[in-house]
C-alpha cells in the first residue's frame, strides 16, 4: 500500500479536534498514541455484539470471543516473528511484562554476587523493577553509561558483561534520545557470559520491525496504547522454555489446570500467566492496531518517519537558544531538547494555547536528566499520521513562545 498520509489522517477522529480553537497538533506519540476508527470499532464491536469472557463458556459469543482473542496471540506472534504462539503472554502493558519477569524469574534465579545490568538511558519501567529485584535478592544493579550523543557507551563492553551478569536489561528504541540501541550485539554480549535478556521494545515495536528469532532475545515487552492499540493491554514475549521454568507471577482464574484445598497445578503456557478474565477488548483492539500497521508496513512507516524526523531535526535546530538532546545515526521519531531561559514546563504550556501538545518533564527517566544536568526537557515525538506542516506550527509556536518569555 502507498503511503497516502491524507487518508491515513481520515482514520483518526482526535485529530479532527480543536484544542484552545486551534487545529490540534499532537506530538506526543512516544506517551501514547492515537487510535485509527478501526481500533475503536474492532472495540466497539466486541462489547456491542459479541460480548462474552473467554475460555470458559460453551455459547456462540463466549467461543466468537475467544476465537478473536486467540486470534490476535498469532498475529503478534507473526508482528515479532515468535515461531511459537506460547511464547506471547497478554499482560497490561510493559511495565507489567517487564515486572512479571523481575518476579516469576529475576527473584526465583538471582542472589547476592549476581549482577543485573541495565543501561543509563532506561524508562523507570525498566530500572525500578531491577532496584527491587537487587534489593530483595542481594544481587547487584550496574549500568552501561550513556555517550554525550545519547548512544550507549559499549567501548569498554568487558567491565561491564562479566561471568558475574546474569540478567541484562535495556531498551531498544530510547524514550528521551530517540536512539535505537544495537540490540542483537547487546543480546551476543548478554548471551556470552551466560545472562538472560530483557528487551524493553516499548519505543520499538511502534516504529520498526523487531524480530525476536532474530534478535535470540530471551524476554521482549511492549504496550499497545504505543502502537495504535488500546490501554490496558500489552505484551510479554518469552522464549518457552524459560516461560515453562516460571512459577505464575498471578494466581487466580485460568492459569490453574487443577485446584484442591491444598494446592493447585498450572495451565498450559501461556495460559499459566494469565491470571483472571483477562483483557479482552483491549486485546481485540491490538489485533487491529497490528493489521492497521501490517497494511501500511513498517518499511513505509520507517520512510515517512525518517524524513519527518530528520525534518523537524532541521526546524528545530535553526531556533535560536535550542539544545537538542542526542544525535545517534539510528534514531526514531523521538526529539528531546531545551530551549535557553525557556523552562519546558512554559513552553509545553504556551504549545497547548496553540494547540500543540509536546511533553515535558522528566519522561520517566530521570537519571538522564541528571546525566543532562537538566531538571527537565520537551519532547516532541511522531508517528504515522503526523506532517510537516505540524511541525512547522511546532517550530512556529516554540518561537512564538521564545520571543514573549525573552523579549528579543
Ligand atoms: C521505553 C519505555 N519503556 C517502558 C514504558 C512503559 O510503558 P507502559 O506505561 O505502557 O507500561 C515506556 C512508556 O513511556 C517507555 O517509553
Redesign the pocket.
Known amino acids: 500500500m502507498s503511503f497516502d498520509i491524507n487518508q491515513i489522517r481520515a482514520d483518526f477522529p482526535n485529530l479532527r479536534q480543536e484544542v484552545h480553537g486551534k487545529p490540534l497538533v499532537y506530538l506526543d506519540n512516544?506517551?501514547t498514541t492515537h487510535k485509527p476508527q478501526a481500533v475503536i470499532d474492532a472495540v466497539s464491536r466486541f462489547y456491542g455484539e459479541y460480548n462474552a469472557n473467554v475460555h470458559r463458556a460453551l455459547y456462540q459469543h463466549a467461543a466468537e470471543a475467544t476465537e478473536a482473542y486467540e486470534a490476535v496471540r498469532d498475529k503478534v506472534a507473526n508482528l515479532i516473528n515468535a515461531g511459537d504462539r506460547r511464547s506471547i503472554v497478554f499482560t497490561?502493558?510493559?511495565?507489567?511484562s517487564?515486572n512479571l519477569v523481575a518476579y516469576a524469574w529475576a527473584r526465583k534465579n538471582l542472589g547476592p554476587g549476581d549482577e543485573i545490568l541495565v543501561t543509563e538511558m532506561?524508562?523507570h519501567?525498566?530500572l525500578v523493577p531491577w532496584q527491587l529485584v537487587a534489593r530483595d535478592t542481594g544481587a547487584t544493579l550496574r549500568c552501561i553509561p550513556i555517550k554525550t550523543d545519547g548512544t550507549l557507551d559499549l567501548d569498554d563492553s568487558d567491565k561491564y558483561f562479566t561471568s558475574r551478569t546474569k540478567l541484562v536489561a535495556f531498551?531498544h528504541?530510547?524514550?528521551v534520545f530517540g536512539t535505537i540501541n544495537p540490540a542483537k550485539e547487546i543480546i551476543e554480549l548478554a548471551h556470552a557470559v551466560g545472562a538472560v535478556t530483557v528487551v524493553?521494545a516499548?519505543?520499538s515495536v511502534p516504529h520498526l520491525p523487531v524480530d525476536v528469532t532474530d534478535l535470540d532475545c530471551d524476554f521482549l515487552?511492549f504496550?499497545g496504547?504505543?502502537m495504535l492499540g488500546p490501554t490496558g493491554v500489552?505484551v510479554l514475549y518469552g522464549k518457552p522454555e524459560l516461560l515453562e521454568s516460571m512459577s505464575p507471577f498471578f494466581g487466580g482464574g485460568e492459569m490453574i489446570q487443577t485446584v484442591t484445598m491444598e494446592k493447585s497445578t498450572w495451565n498450559e503456557l501461556p495460559w499459566k500467566f494469565e491470571a483472571g478474565t483477562p483483557k479482552i477488548a483491549q486485546v481485540i483492539g491490538l489485533g487491529a492496531a497490528i493489521d492497521y500497521l501490517n497494511e501500511i508496513g513498517y518499511e513505509a512507516i520507517g520512510e515517512y518517519e525518517k524524513k519527518l524526523t530528520d525534518y523537524t531535526l532541521e526546524r528545530l535546530a535553526a531556533v535560536e537558544g535550542m539544545s537538542i538532546h542526542g544525535q545517534a545515526a539510528k534514531r526514531g521519531p523521538v526529539i528531546s531538547f531545551n530551549l535557553a531561559d525557556v523552562h519546558p514546563h512554559d513552553l509545553a504550556q504556551f504549545l497547548d494555547m496553540e494547540g500543540v501538545a509536546i511533553r515535558a518533564g522528566h519522561?520517566?527517566a530521570q537519571p538522564i536528566m541528571q546525566r543532562l544536568g537538566v531538571p527537565a526537557t520537551s519532547r516532541a515525538s511522531m508517528y504515522i499520521y503526523n506532517t510537516s506542516e505540524e511541525i512547522d506550527r511546532l517550530v512556529q509556536s516554540i518561537e512564538n513562545t521564545r520571543r514573549f518569555m525573552t523579549g528579543n
Not at 92 to 96: I, N, R, V
Open positions: 512516544a506517551a497490561g502493558g510493559t511495565t507489567e517487564i532506561e524508562h519501567s525498566n531498551t528504541q530510547s524514550n524493553d516499548a519505543q515487552a504496550s496504547h504505543k500489552g519522561h520517566c
